[in-house]
């Protein structure tokens, strides 16, 4: 055989050879599985081991059997930090500068993980693990998560054997879209389903299976399940456990926080809570029903970390009862701060507040019992998220403290005895990696499938892991998102927070001695201006090696481009194809567009979903009910508008049409047609202004929630699609800045 070399010998026949089979790689004898649990958004104060009184007992656990650190980093921001640790180097030089629908044309900003940069996953296999992914994903461009591919970013084509999750930045918690492997599916339908404990049932099948074919085989889980990310859903008897707790108020649970925070010795005594960040209202500011919302909103939020806490209980209990939890290396993380994206109030529907869309206190309020239900895809007011942060400066996205401060422990029972011990060691995500490779006495490869690459960036963290008086071999670490800009060194920190619009040459840094100023209390930078300097200009050497460049403050806007590039003007559907991700989908927004199919009609009335598009957060579906032609377009959960035909459809082969025509910005007028006659029209005058649908495409049948409530899912089309055409008109726009002038009030 070309390529391999046998090592037997071959002779005329079998008695005058000798066979010789391929030495398979196995890991070292002993070495430990692995299992990075990371979860979303879960700020430095919100853990009941790092302060709160939200219920965390199996991740407290962890802690007491391990190690708590209060000085370790992530990047701000959800993709760019799952980059880093699985990968070990800076976020920009992975590609990801940003989550990865904020890519742009430039080499930090590809929204994609660099083959330059390897996985964790792609070290480990070749060296005889098993390599499993469950959750959330997002470190792939999102056009190219549907059926066509390439896969060679997903997570099998990075070094996962195994993965069960979703693609993109969240999921409905009731109706995820759901990917297992290289394949869309469709999750399981029951009334008690929750994505967490989905994922966490696939966890332990997988690794049930391989223990069961090879059990001295160690593997790697990366476990992100997506909590506590928006929507924040959960079963009510989460919710109805904190029914009270908060009704204080964020400025008094930071307070209360704080101390514990100080008697658990998870921040020093003389650490100070910095002050009320500008953009929160004081509790005592707000009217008795703005407190009733705002706490019934954070209720919801410790329901769901509880919730999730039980299941990683879940899953540590299976692996102590298959007798491998002793020899397993448990990292626990989040990937950011506790985020403010919730605004005054909070969110009923997350997907408006990402489309500038406002929603007022009113419409808030009266929701109040779909909040953590299939009918809230809710986020709670960034008053909370502040208190997460306590006693740290803002939120996630930011380069403060808030935004990069997070909670890590870590738990090897048969190796690190200091159970419950603190270490106070400045560490970063991109550390992750080259410690386990530290332990596991391997190499990080100078090449992965023919392509060289980059060195790992992060340091071992071995020795804080084994001595409490260690210092970090660390000496210099940059931050950097949407501008705003960090840099650490030996204990000094300078940092701005930039404001979006502006000059980066007005930004004003701070400096702070954060060694001995843990919260970043105290701005040094009128007092220390040579060191101020000096940090500033370490900050853009670092830029300049790790591909910060160039500089760029947007967010949303940064969609418009990836949405120009891959923009089509027809697209053709077929029954029986997988789920298209919605960032492959026709953009209807605020365009003229016309939606045809060819569809058979037997005898009888005919049902089911010809197209739909989205979810009840927001989309589109052009349906049959009881003979019936109908169009449902959603512009949130129970806020659906419907056109139904005149006439029930005529039995044979049928033409039927949706038309709109755009009369103004995010208006106008549809109207239904059956054979070419017209059939009815109705005025559409509050549309999304991008991309309508929450969620992908489903020809002939609907996988997901429902766009309106007229119909339950699956709702298959009972008659014959041919197929279903989507054109789309000359004049679409795609403008989020002046989305953004609009929501902000800026000319």
């Given at each position: ?684 005058k509050n549309m999304w202004p991008v991309i309508p649908n929450a969620a992908g495409i489903h020809c002939g049948h609907d996988d997901g929630s429902p766009v309106c ?39």
């Amino acid at each position: 055989m070309k390529g391999e070399k046998f090592k037997g010998h071959i002779g005329r026949t079998l008695n005058e050879s000798e066979a010789s089979w391929p030495v398979e790689t196995k890991a070292q004898e002993g070495a430990p599985n692995i299992v990075i649990a990371l979860l979303d958004d879960v700020g430095f104060a919100q853990l009941g081991c790092y302060g709160s009184n939200i219920e965390t007992p199996n991740i407290d656990a962890l802690a007491g059997s391990g190690l708590r650190y209060n000085n370790f980093h992530t990047t701000a921001m959800c993709s760019p930090t799952r980059a880093s640790l699985l990968t070990g180097r800076n976020h920009h030089t992975a590609g990801m500068g940003a989550i990865v629908e904020w890519s742009t044309g430039f080499p930090g900003y590809r929204g994609e993980v660099s083959k330059h940069t390897s996985t964790l996953a792609e070290i480990l296999r070749p060296q005889g693990y098993n390599t499993f992914a469950v959750g959330k994903w997002h470190l792939m461009r999102m056009t190219k998560a549907t059926a066509a591919g390439p896969f060679d970013a997903w997570p099998l084509g990075r070094g996962f054997d195994r993965f069960y999750g979703f693609l993109g930045a969240f999921a409905d918690h009731y109706d995820p879209e759901l990917v297992q492997d290289n394949q869309p599916i469709k999750a399981p339908r029951s009334d008690d389903y929750h994505l967490t404990e989905d994922l966490t049932d696939q966890a332990i099948s997988m690794i049930k299976s391989q223990k069961s074919v090879a059990p001295e085989k160690p593997f790697f889980l990366y476990y992100a399940p997506g909590a506590c990310h928006s929507p924040h859903q959960v079963p009510k008897d989460y919710i109805k456990k904190y029914q009270g707790k908060f009704d204080a108020g964020w400025d008094e649970m930071r307070k209360i926080w704080f101390e514990r925070q100080q008697k658990l010795g998870i921040i020093p005594n003389d650490a100070k809570l910095t002050e009320l960040n500008r953009e929160v209202t004081p509790w005592n500011d707000l009217s008795q029903d703005q407190k009733k919302l705002c706490a019934r909103m954070q209720e919801v939020y410790a329901g769901f970390l509880d919730h999730t806490d039980s299941q990683i209980g879940r899953l540590i209990s299976f692996l102590k009862d298959i007798e491998q939890y002793e020899n397993t290396i448990v990292i626990f993380l989040s990937d950011n701060g506790a985020s403010d994206e919730g605004g005054e109030f909070g969110n009923l529907n997350i997907r408006k507040h990402y489309s500038f869309i406002h929603e007022s206190f009113d419409e808030l309020f009266s929701a109040m019992d779909d909040y953590g239900s299939k009918y809230a895809s809710n986020h709670y007011p960034m008053g909370w998220g502040h208190a997460g942060n306590t006693p740290l400066k803002w939120f996630k996205m930011d380069t403060h403290g808030g935004g990069i401060r997070d909670p890590f422990i870590v738990s090897w029972p048969q190796s690190i005895k200091a159970g419950g011990e603190i270490r106070e060691q400045f560490h970063h995500c991109t550390d992750v990696v080259p410690t386990i490779l530290d332990y596991l006495n391997i190499e990080a490869p100078e090449t992965v499938n023919g392509i060289p690459q980059e060195p790992i960036h992060g340091q071992s963290m071995r020795a804080s892991f084994e001595d409490r008086a260690s210092l970090t071999p660390k000496r210099a670490q940059y931050f950097e998102m949407l501008g705003d800009r960090g840099i650490w060194a030996d204990g000094w920190k300078a940092v701005t927070r930039h404001t979006k619009g502006t000059s980066f040459d007005d930004d004003v840094w701070e400096l702070y001695h954060v060694d001995k100023d843990f919260s970043e209390f105290h701005n040094l930078a009128d007092k220390k201006p040579d060191k101020l300097r000096e940090m500033v200009d370490l900050w853009w050497a670092e830029a300049g090696k790790y591909d910060v460049l160039p500089l760029d403050d947007r967010d949303r806007e940064r969609v418009a481009s990836t949405l120009r590039a891959t923009a089509r003007k027809r697209y053709r559907y077929y029954p029986g194809m997988a789920r298209i991700d919605r960032m492959s989908t026709p953009n209807v927004a605020n365009c003229s567009h016309v939606i045809e199919a060819e569809i058979q009609v037997s005898q009888g009335e005919v049902e089911g979903v010809i197209l739909s598009a989205g979810n009840r957060f927001g989309g589109y579906a052009l349906y049959c009910k009881k003979g019936h032609l109908y169009y449902a377009y959603s512009f949130g959960a129970r806020d659906s508008t419907m056109l139904k035909s005149y006439d029930p459809l005529p039995v044979g082969k049928v033409s039927v049409k949706f038309e709109f025509e755009k009369t103004a910005e995010k208006q106008g007028i549809g109207k239904l047609y059956v054979n070419g006659l017209a059939q009815g029209d109705l005025s559409l005058k509050n549309m999304w202004p991008v991309i309508p649908n929450a969620a992908g495409i489903h020809c002939g049948h609907d996988d997901g929630s429902p766009v309106c409530e007229d119909y339950e899912p699956p709702f298959a089309f009972t008659g014959t699609i041919s197929h279903v055409d989507v054109i789309i008109g000359d004049n679409q726009v795609i403008d989020f800045m002046s989305e953004y002038k609009e929501a902000v009030g800026n000319d």
